[in-house]
T-cell receptor, first 115, second 112 residues
């Protein structure tokens, strides 16, 4: 079974631009979560989507948004990029229907550098 | 708010030494506990997980962890480390949602 895939793997943008990252979950997984990983803050939860609906949200500004399509693929968008948005953005997928006993499987991440 | 503490930020060991990485969490209810590992240049991989039952959990590559509810701890152990265990290790907790709360990670360096 193919793992979680993320595109692109690397991205360089300038301040003020916007960016869209893509995530394809493991086949059969309906939940997709996004995390930001930085050296200073570690891994922080952005949001989770299940069945095309945002089910959970972390403490990030409204510039960070996402969506999920009917095939469970998800996109994350960051508008008006700031230098501090430079990070590794990780996507994780899980079944989403097992109640509290869920295991998330992570993709390789998209490394975003904002200049 | 929930939090996860990993007190060891950087651990340096020689091959064959024993390893114990600490993890404490703050939530008092039912929790799911995880250890993930990130090898250099690779993505986060699940090492082991605890949902319920036997508090001693065995994972891949000889790792194990013990859930001690009274201490809110889920420490990771390995009796004899190898150079290939050099990686960053993350403890994570979830309770009633898919949201994972991660610790800040422990960087392990193993020298041959």
């Amino acid at each position: 079974k193919a793992g979680v895939t993320q595109t692109p793997r690397y991205l360089i943008k300038t301040r003020g631009q916007q960016v869209t990252l893509s995530c394809s979950p493991i086949s059969g997984h309906r939940s997709v979560s996004w995390y930001q990983q930085t050296p200073g803050q570690g891994l922080q939860f952005l949001f989770e989507y299940f069945s095309e609906t945002q089910r959970n949200k972390g403490n990030f500004p409204g510039r960070f948004s996402g969506r999920q399509f009917s095939n469970s693929r998800s996109e994350m968008n960051v508008s008006t990029l700031e230098l501090g948005d430079s990070a590794l953005y990780l996507c994780a997928s899980s079944l989403g229907t097992s109640g509290i006993q869920e295991t998330q499987y992570f993709g390789p991440g998209t490394r975003l550098l904002v200049l | 708010a929930q939090s996860v503490s990993q007190h060891n930020h950087h651990v340096i060991l020689s091959e064959a030494a024993s390893l114990e990485l600490g993890c404490n969490y703050s939530y008092g209810g039912t929790v799911n506990l995880f250890w993930y590992v990130q090898y250099p240049g690779q993505h986060l991989q699940l090492l082991l997980k605890y949902f319920s039952g036997d508090p001693l959990v065995k994972g891949i590559k000889g790792f194990e962890a013990e859930f001690i509810k009274s201490k809110f701890s889920f420490n990771l152990r390995k009796p004899s480390v190898q150079w290939s265990d050099t990686a960053e290790y993350f403890c994570a907790v979830s309770h009633n949602t898919d949201k994972l709360i991660f610790g800040t990670g422990t960087r392990l360096q193993v020298f041959p």
